[in-house]
């Protein structure tokens, strides 16, 4: 994929309301990486291409603290990758046991 698709993404993703990834940085921490099977894969094992293609996003935090918390990500690409504009929002209530 072509690296424009990324640097046009507009992402935001916040813990507890502070933002730790978006315009200002998501490119920052890119990497990149290029799968190459051991075997080719026959054609009859369509769709293959979307399977060496899938592209994501992830990000590793510091544990949290005990407590409520709240994660949202909202991600909207600009250009069309693959023929298609992705619109994605979404939110996660994370509960944090104290240590017994």
């Known amino acids: 994929?072509?690296?424009?698709?990324?640097q046009t993404l507009n992402i935001t993703l916040q813990i507890?309301?502070?933002t730790v990834l978006g315009a200002a940085n998501h490119?920052?921490?890119y990497s990149e990486f290029?799968?190459?099977?051991?075997i080719t894969l026959p054609a009859a094992f369509a769709p293959f291409a979307g399977i060496i293609w899938f592209e994501g996003i992830?990000?590793?935090?510091?544990p949290?603290?005990?407590g409520t918390h709240t994660i949202k990500l909202d991600a909207k690409n600009t250009q069309a990758a693959f023929g298609s504009?992705?619109?994605?929002?979404n939110t996660w209530t994370v509960t944090v046991q104290p240590a017994a």
């Not at 290029?34 to 051991?38: D, I």
């Open 58 to 62: 992830s990000t590793v935090h510091t």
């Open 85 to 89: 504009i992705f619109d994605y929002h």
């Open 27 to 29: 490119m920052q921490y």
């Open 16 to 18: 507890d309301g502070v």
């Open 64 to 66: 949290f603290s005990p």
């Open 1 to 6: 994929m072509d690296v424009s698709v990324l």
């Open 34 to 38: 290029y799968f190459a099977p051991v």
